[in-house]
Nanobody, 118 residues
Framework: QVQLVESGGGLVQPGGSLRLSCAASGIIGSIAARGWYRQAPGKQRELVARITVSGSTNYADSVKGRFTISRDNAKKMVYLQMNSLKPEDTAVYYC????????????WGQGTQVTVSS
């Protein structure tokens, strides 16, 4: 029984910062990757940042240079540091975990709201 729980969302002014956290619980097996996705009103869900088991990262062009994904494997945590926030970053942010063993499967959190507004 695997569960992902996000925290750290909230209201912030343009130019501000937030740090999102995602805790994973339960027996998972082998983790292939962790990631953050977001969905803004009227838009499709998009990849924000992803980190693989080898430590490789990739980011959406819109957040590159502003956001940083990191992880703590021992604690089964993944983080998203968001700096220089813009109104366009307003969305529900979802935590993702990709499992590779014993079977391939993806887990999702319920999401946390991030609102960037003056």
């Amino acid at each position: 029984q695997v569960q992902l729980v996000e925290s750290g969302g909230g209201l912030v002014q343009p130019g501000g910062s937030l740090r999102l956290s995602c805790a994973a619980s339960g027996i998972i097996g082998s983790i292939a990757a962790r990631g953050w996705y977001r969905q803004a009103p009227g838009k499709q869900r998009e990849l924000v940042a992803r980190i693989t088991v080898s430590g490789s990262t990739n980011y959406a062009d819109s957040v590159k240079g502003r956001f940083t994904i990191s992880r703590d494997n021992a604690k089964k945590m993944v983080y998203l540091q968001m700096n220089s926030l813009k109104p366009e970053d307003t969305a529900v942010y979802y935590c993702n975990l990709e499992k590779s063993w014993p079977n391939r499967y993806e887990y999702w959190g319920q999401g946390t709201q991030v609102t960037v507004s003056s």
